[in-house]
């Protein structure tokens, strides 16, 4: 056991046991000065401290400890600091058992099955119990359980290979919550504060207030909020003289006219007090909520024009005797749409047709709404199907039409969502570092943990305090009232997981530099740094050229960078796909992330360090809609957020520059082409390439004919990042994934050749090989070989030297008759035997000669084995002995029989008598007179006994023996009368199964 301090000198009380694996204790420490513990709200949570050795020790993962009832693991194997060859530093760190969850796949477990890409639209009770489950499983337990759910909202997210802990702070964000564990329980709520406030006063409970800024929104003291486009009626609200005016403003939503043009966070501010901006709420827009009263089902079939299959489907039509609708409500080139909030569609968007019979809108049968099917989920069908109850939103229409009360409700309610973001985003998001006056923490016991409500005194605030919580806190372990509180209001969603290892492309249309690593995307942010800063430190040598333009009369130049800085981005786990199932219609952008080498989130007030988050956003929602135009052209676009990680796609006609609007940054990622030929190409524009002296950096190089088709390319193209290769198609063509980590060649033959161009290995496209010049391992017949003595034919026959192998079973034959045999498929291979395991050694002198047989009866007997030649065949907790003095010593049944009345064997078993081993009988029955049966056998002894017992036989008949020699017994059976019978019986022999006559 490791002695960590003076164990012998120190109070139990301040012992720490720490225990490996297995439960052992390891090791004794006792709590030093430098020892602390560690938590903070949705991020780290551990015990650490530090000690020196005079030799080295292990510490592995799974060693353990346990600190106020609460289990604290070693999460890595840990190496110390090796000052000299007897002095090795320790600083071991223990991590909450929750902290285990970033080891932890967030799958979807669902009959036996883990998916790793996932998606799913319910409330965060649904989310938390997935959570749940992937920790009982890990842990093998059952006590995970979801507690506390604050949001009662639904939503829409998708998981890629994520992490557990990583996926509860995704969920946290989604619903704009915080999650905690407590205990074995999993918690969800909008803030996490509680108890009575506790005072932080300046020099009088806390020796300071260090702060630091915490996560927020860029500060905005004017506010022109604005809704979403959907119906909103054709003359909406006409632009007044000195407004902001353009093409989005003029069709969103807007707050109601009587609260003016913007909204301010406080009166009367000066000019020098504004800071205006824009804020889009999408989820604003006037909406007719309705309920489905009845169902219809119509039947639907369609027919491949290829294959001619025919498929059955059914479509869904829905009435709501709430909503009386027209076709003149419908907006010109807007789609009529609905979304279910409610039932197995939930969070579901369908375009809807009004009217599918063309009813006249007088005749009740005219209120009729049926589903356009999602051609790519082939949703609705059998199982996601609406049903009566279904809440639901009409949207892409008039509304003004139907009720002149939508629209002043959805601009109030616009109006109320602006307020509430505004005093949210305008509050004080400043994280407090509070260290404890010790002497005050220790007098009032004030061990606070995260959550805990406190009140901060000091000049600096309004009012002259400000309430918040705890979020964090680092204690000494030896001391918890010596103590760094960190206190604040506004969440931060840290992830654990490092982002290369929680993304994983779903499907693979187009690669664009996928899987890279963190030091990969390090290296690219600081190479682009330093080729940026290089521009401006070039010069000609030469005396040609100046910074400002290239060589005269040649295209000769020191430096060259092509692209754009807005477009010098790569992505993980980003796939592309157009054509789905050939329609040319479709667009379909994955989930993924970005990351960016040269702009970042969050605030441009510094430049973060190369390996900062701040450089990646993430797409958290797919992108699968219809393109409306097959002529057009269509720009795809990452709509990332100017202050926080969150991106999303917009596929767009029209040209976006990326820094115009306020809040969003719009990287192009590239072009989807008209449709051609029924399929769309797609060009990536993301990215940069610089030359610098005889150096290329970039990211992708493809040949001229290169296209992202597996069927149709022709060309080459090289991942410089990943190192991925890939030449021509799947019908002749070579593949080298470098994330999968596999080489595949298609209808290519393989060479190796030697310094003579003598081929050494070759691999052919019907699957033959060649190895080491001659010898052939594969043949296209199914023949081959892989040495001199190692062959097979084409009927799988193998040759290992003398050896063969066929029909299930092994052969070794030399020319002096030695044989092995083993296998099923002995039959007749010698003497009719039929056997499991053979070994045959015959020489000249067969006086000589060793059988072992096993699983059924020796092919002969007839010379006796040599003294002291014996064969043992050992098993466990016993022995099976052959030898010459003792043929088998296995007491017990002998043999047995069923006799009928004229003497006829109807049963025999003991085949095989140990005298004269014989291979016919065990025993051969004779009637010697009325009554009276004899029962002749090979045992050669009369140690046995014999049980008799007639059946079919009158009621008074009994049995007796009459006589037990060594070659035969006499059975007689009587009536009460002592007259003698025949009759039916059965025998069984036992005794001694040895014979010492050899």
Not at 755 to 763: L, W
Request: charged share 25%.
């Amino acid at each position: 056991m490791i002695e960590i301090g003076l164990i012998k000198y120190a109070p139990s009380d301040l012992i720490v046991d720490i225990f490996d694996k297995q439960g052992s204790i390891k090791a004794k420490y006792v709590i030093g000065d430098d020892a602390i513990y560690c938590n903070e709200l949705m991020n780290q949570h551990y015990i650490e401290f530090s000690f020196v050795l005079d030799r080295f020790e292990r510490f592995d993962r799974g060693d353990y400890l346990f600190y106020e009832g609460y289990k604290y693991y070693v999460l890595s194997d840990y190496i110390p600091e090796e000052s000299d060859s007897s002095t090795f530093k320790y600083t071991l760190r223990f991590d909450g058992e929750e902290m285990m969850a970033a080891s932890v796949q967030f799958y979807y477990l669902s009959q036996g099955l883990k998916e790793s890409t996932w998606s799913l639209t319910s409330k965060a009770s649904s989310f938390l119990q997935v959570a749940a489950d992937n920790l009982n499983r890990y842990f093998d337990v059952t006590d995970f359980a979801v507690g506390t759910v604050e949001p009662a909202e639904i939503k829409s997210m998708s998981f890629d290979n994520s992490y557990v802990f990583d996926a509860l702070t995704n969920i946290a964000q989604e619903f704009e919550c915080e999650w905690y564990i407590s205990g074995r329980t999993i918690n969800l709520v909008q803030k996490l504060a509680e108890g009575a406030e506790v005072d932080f006063e300046n020099e009088v409970s806390v020796l300071r207030m260090s702060n630091s800024r915490g996560a927020a929104d860029k500060k905005i003291t004017r506010m022109l909020a604005l809704g979403s486009s959907r119906n909103i009626p054709t003359n909406y609200r006409s632009v007044g003289t000195g407004e902001a005016v353009d093409a989005i403003y003029q069709k969103r939503l807007r707050i109601p006219a009587s609260k003016g043009n913007y909204i301010d966070a406080k009166p009367n501010m000066t000019p020098e007090e504004v800071i205006e901006g824009t804020v889009v709420f999408e989820d604003a827009y006037p909406q007719f909520e309705g309920i489905i009263e009845t169902v219809s089902i119509v039947p639907c079939t369609d027919t491949d024009t290829n294959t001619k299959v025919v498929t059955n489907w059914n479509a869904y039509r829905f009435t709501d005797s709430k909503i009386n609708f027209k076709k003149d409500y419908l907006l010109p080139g807007t789609d009529l749409m609905i979304h279910f909030k409610s039932g197995n569609l939930n969070g579901f968007d369908f375009k809807v047709m009004f009217n599918p019979l063309n009813k006249p809108e007088t005749d009740a049968a005219s209120q009729v709404f049926e589903i356009y099917r999602d051609e790519y989920t082939n949703i609705p069908n059998d199982i996601f199907k609406p049903v009566e109850k279904d809440e639901y939103i009409l949207y892409g229409f008039n509304i003004a039409l139907v009720g002149d009360q939508y629209v002043p409700r959805a601009e109030q309610e616009l109006y109320e969502k602006a307020v509430k973001w505004l005093d949210k985003n305008n509050k004080d998001t400043d994280l407090y570092e509070c260290p404890t006056v010790i002497e005050y923490f220790y007098k009032n016991k004030y061990d606070l943990q995260i959550g805990k409500k406190v009140r901060l005194i000091n000049d600096r605030f309004e009012n002259g305090y400000r309430s918040s919580r705890i979020m964090g806190f680092e204690k000494k372990l030896i001391n918890k009232y010596d103590a760094v509180y960190k206190v604040g209001d506004n969440p931060e969603y840290k992830r654990i997981t490092n982002l290369e290892e929680t993304v994983k492309e779903q499907e693979i249309i187009i690669e664009s530099n996928t899987n890279q690593s963190l030091q990969s995307r390090q290296n690219g942010v600081r190479n682009t740094q330093n080729l940026r800063a290089l521009k401006g430190l070039i010069f000609d040598p030469d005396g040609y050229f100046d910074n400002t333009q290239i060589k005269p009369n040649s295209i000769e130049t020191m430096y060259l960078a092509v692209g754009a800085k807005s477009q010098d981005f790569t992505t993980s786990g980003v796939s592309i796909k157009t054509n789905k199932d050939g329609n040319s219609y479709r667009a379909t952008l994955s989930v993924g992330y970005i990351n960016h080498r040269s702009l970042w989130w969050g605030g441009e007030t510094e430049t973060p360090a190369s390996n900062s988050p701040k450089y990646t956003w993430k797409v958290t929602q797919a992108f699968n809609q219809i393109l409306q135009d097959n002529a057009a052209s269509y720009y795809m676009y990452v709509k990332a957020e100017k202050q926080s990680d969150s991106a999303a796609w917009e596929l767009t006609t029209n040209q976006l520059k990326y820094a115009d609007d306020t809040n969003y940054f719009y990287f192009l990622m590239g072009v989807i082409y008209p449709a051609k030929e029924d399929r769309r190409d797609v060009s990536l524009t993301n990215g940069m390439a610089y030359i610098s002296g005889g150096s290329i950096y970039g990211d992708v190089i493809k040949s001229i004919n290169y296209v992202d088709d597996e069927d149709k390319n022709e060309g080459s193209k090289y991942d410089l990042n990943n190192g991925s290769i890939r030449i021509g198609n799947k019908v002749k063509g070579l593949l080298f994934d470098a994330t999968n980590k596999v080489f595949k060649l298609f209808g290519i033959t393989l060479e190796f050749r030697d310094s003579k161009d003598k081929i050494v290995t070759q691999i052919k496209e019907d699957g033959s090989a060649l190895f080491c010049n001659e010898n052939v391992l594969f043949n296209s017949d199914g023949s081959g070989q892989l040495a001199k003595d190692i062959r097979w034919d084409k009927y799988n026959t193998m040759f290992i030297g003398d050896f063969e192998i066929f029909n299930s079973f092994l052969r070794y034959k030399k020319a002096n008759g030695t044989s092995i045999y083993l296998g099923d498929g002995i039959n007749s291979a010698i003497d009719n035997t039929d056997s499991t395991f053979l070994i045959n050694n015959k020489n000249t002198d067969l006086s000589q000669k060793i059988i072992i047989n096993i699983n059924s009866q020796p092919p002969s007997f007839d010379n006796p084995l040599m003294p002291l030649q014996n064969i043992a065949l050992n098993i466990s907790k016993g022995a099976f002995r052959v030898s010459p003095n003792n043929i088998i010593d296995t007491p017990g049944l002998l043999f047995a029989g069923r006799i009928n009345s004229s003497c006829g064997v109807l049963y025999m078993w003991g085949r095989g008598g140990r005298g004269k081993l014989n291979k016919d009988s065990s025993f051969a029955p004779s009637r010697i007179s009325e009554g009276e049966y004899k029962i002749e056998h090979f045992l050669g002894h009369n140690n046995y006994v014999v049980n008799v017992t007639p059946y079919d036989y009158p009621a008074d008949c009994v049995s007796s023996l009459h006589s037990v020699t060594n070659d035969d017994f006499v059975i007689l059976f009587r009536k009460f009368n002592a007259a003698k019978v025949n009759t039916n019986f059965f025998f069984t022999v036992f005794g001694e199964n040895t014979n010492d006559s050899y």
